[in-house]
């Protein structure tokens, strides 16, 4: 039983949380955003420019404007509405990293109106420095130097909630649903995730852990789900973990294999159709609609495979209900309750609520403080417990 379940026929609290902080990437949402969007998104990595003029025209491609901004809106108004329903009318502020609203504009806000503790849901599910470490990077940033911030506490990654989890699998199975029936059985699963640097992956969920989280909970998300959807559908699939969205420089070893890489691959074996599975996003970012339904179909339409690709959770009821699930069981914990007992599927436990003090490490400056690990410093309105 989850943390909302278990509070029985009492109402339930959120205490010590009077507040919750979406926190995502941002993204254009004009023309004249783009290529400013793009500079703040790969300052200091050495990005030649040829690469974000060519990342420019995919969004170009769509009016110059991401989706992200949009989803985002509408997963707030989703969550705020669920915690009403579930007479936990808390209030749900938003900030990005890269675009407006920018994190330190919304945490300013927050503080203006009395917050005095926020918990953090971020809009990436899985461990890395790209998807976990520099945002809490971010969140330190965005209250240094404001007075009366509030404390801001990150929720646990949820790659295997079954809040996450189940949206792909049911997802999964209607896009098998819409091949030609003599190729429903024989199609193969591809997991699709964005591709990190192979160092980033290494450092992911702390060296003192092993290293290699990232990867490590995509794997499990993905035989998750193709277990699901084989016991779903009475037919085993072949399924891999794919990547897609590189933007380092070529001497950079990044995760492997491509998407369409692999579709090329498959398609020489003899395999007649491909699902793409983007476990990866919590909803249609570009790289869904651009790397996916544009690169990737356009890859498969031209080796004359059978394409679909799975829906993302997105405002999915039970995406929008994990968001209240988390938020509850990290209210318990903070509360000093023990008998908490967190919804996961798969073979990996549930992760961390603070992360530990390797955690993730910032490649090119690992001293960077960030808020919400075991080693942050106690910065807002309360002390950390």
Not at 224 to 238: E, H, I, P, W, Y
Not at 358 to 383: E, H, I, K, Q, T
């Amino acid at each position: 039983m989850s943390a909302s379940r278990s509070a029985g026929k009492s109402a339930p609290s959120v205490a010590p949380y009077d507040a919750l902080l979406l926190v995502s990437f941002g993204g254009p949402e004009g023309h004249e955003d783009v290529l400013p969007f793009l500079e703040n998104v790969t300052r200091g990595r050495g990005v030649p420019p040829d690469r974000l003029a060519e990342v420019a025209t995919h969004y170009q491609a769509f009016g110059g404007r991401s989706p992200i901004n949009d989803q985002c809106r509408a997963l707030a108004a989703a969550v705020r509405d669920d915690l009403a329903a579930a007479g936990l009318p808390l209030p749900v502020y938003w900030g990005n990293r890269n675009w407006g609203p920018y994190l330190q504009d919304t945490v300013a806000t927050m503080a203006a109106d009395g917050v005095q503790r926020a918990a953090c849901f971020l809009t990436s599910a899985y461990s890395s420095y790209s998807g976990c470490r520099q945002y809490r990077e971010d969140l330190f940033a965005a209250v240094a130097g404001l007075p009366g911030v509030p404390q801001l506490d990150r929720l646990r990654h949820y790659f295997n909630h079954p809040g996450f989890v189940a949206p792909f699998t049911d997802a999964t199975a209607r896009a098998l649903a819409t091949l030609l029936p003599e190729h429903q059985d024989e199609a193969h699963l591809l997991f699709v995730t964005h591709s990190i640097p192979a160092a980033m992956n290494e450092a992911s969920g702390g060296l003192t852990g092993g290293g290699g989280a990232y990867v490590r909970q995509h794997h499990d998300v993905a035989a998750t789900v193709a277990a699901a959807v084989a016991s779903a559908t009475g037919r085993a699939r072949g399924h891999d973990l794919v990547f897609c969205s590189r933007s380092g420089p070529p001497r950079v070893p990044w995760l492997e294999p491509d998407v369409n890489d692999r579709l090329r691959q498959l398609h020489a074996s003899g395999t007649p159709a491909a699902v793409l599975v983007p476990v990866g996003f919590v909803s249609d970012h570009m790289e869904v609609i651009f790397d996916l339904d544009t690169e990737a179909a356009t890859t498969a339409q031209e080796l004359g495979m059978g394409f679909a690709r799975a829906a993302t959770p997105g405002v999915d009821a039970r995406f929008v209900a994990m968001v209240r699930d988390l938020l509850l069981e990290r209210s318990a914990v903070e509360r000093g309750e023990t008998a908490i007992d967190r919804a996961v599927t798969g073979t990996l436990p549930a992760s961390w609520d603070r992360c530990p003090p390797d955690c993730c490490r910032n490649p090119r400056d690992p001293c960077r403080s960030a808020l919400c690990g075991v080693d942050a410093p106690a910065v807002g309105a309360s002390p950390m417990p």
